[in-house]
């Protein structure tokens, strides 16, 4: 039997080997299928844990209305009664009578100041403390008084002396002020004092903080 050229054309074709391999055709198993890709993963950003907010400074000053149950009532010239818890490592201190011509630097000392007319801080008085009270609320702080005060508790970095306006440069940690004191502003040294000094109807004033427990004196000065 004769076959035609074509036929004999495919026979040979699927005669030879290899010829389904490179053909791809069947017989051949087919590459399995690529896994579809995997969902993309956002790493979560890691952010520390939010602090608690410092303690609100506090200052206050007036008379002692009482000393009962661990506690100081002050009354304040407005009439206003503030009462402030008394921990027993509380500073007592206690003023006396100095004058601004006193002050060395390296003396450490605390200001209250208003600010002037002319943009600068104008001591409303001075106090001079101790070497074994240095460091004491050291610092700049507002008073949150009606005359919009200043606390600054500092080392004296320099003291210029005129007749009627001196001027009072200080640094704290690495902030530098400068205080105007003016030839009328009260200056008084303090010294250390016991807590059995407190005394009903003394003036004092108070520095303290706003902590959890109440409102609580770090410092009474007696004036």
Not at 10 to 39: D, F, H, M, N, T
Not at 140 to 146: G, L, W, Y
Not at 151 to 172: E, P, Q
Request: neutral net charge; charged residues 20%; hydrophobic residues 45%.
């Amino acid at each position: 039997m004769r076959l035609g050229p074509l036929l004999s054309a495919c026979l040979l074709l699927l005669a030879a080997p290899g010829a389904l391999a490179q053909g791809g055709g069947a017989g051949e198993p087919l590459p399995a299928p690529l896994p579809a890709p995997l969902p993309a993963v956002k790493t979560p950003t890691w952010r520390p844990p939010a602090l608690p907010a410092p303690p609100r400074p506090l200052t206050a000053a007036g008379s002692i209305e009482s000393l009962e149950g661990g506690a100081l009532l002050l009354r304040e010239e407005e009439g206003i009664v503030e009462r402030f818890l008394l921990p027993a490592d509380v500073a007592v201190l206690r003023s006396r009578p100095a004058r601004f011509r006193d002050i060395r630097p390296g003396d450490y000392i605390a200001s209250a100041a208003a600010p002037g007319v002319d943009g600068k801080l104008h001591s409303t008085e001075l106090r001079i403390f101790p070497d074994s009270l240095r460091g004491l609320g050291e610092g700049q702080r507002p008073m949150h008084d009606a005359r919009e005060q200043t606390m600054t508790n500092a080392a004296v970095a320099g003291v210029v002396i005129r007749d009627d306006s001196s001027l009072l440069t200080v640094h704290f940690g690495d902030s530098v002020a400068e205080l105007v004191v003016d030839s009328d502003v009260p200056v008084r040294r303090i010294v250390a004092a016991r807590r059995s000094e407190l005394a009903v109807g003394q003036k004092v004033r108070v520095l303290g903080q706003d902590l959890p427990e109440g409102p609580t004196a770090l410092q009474v000065a007696i004036q």
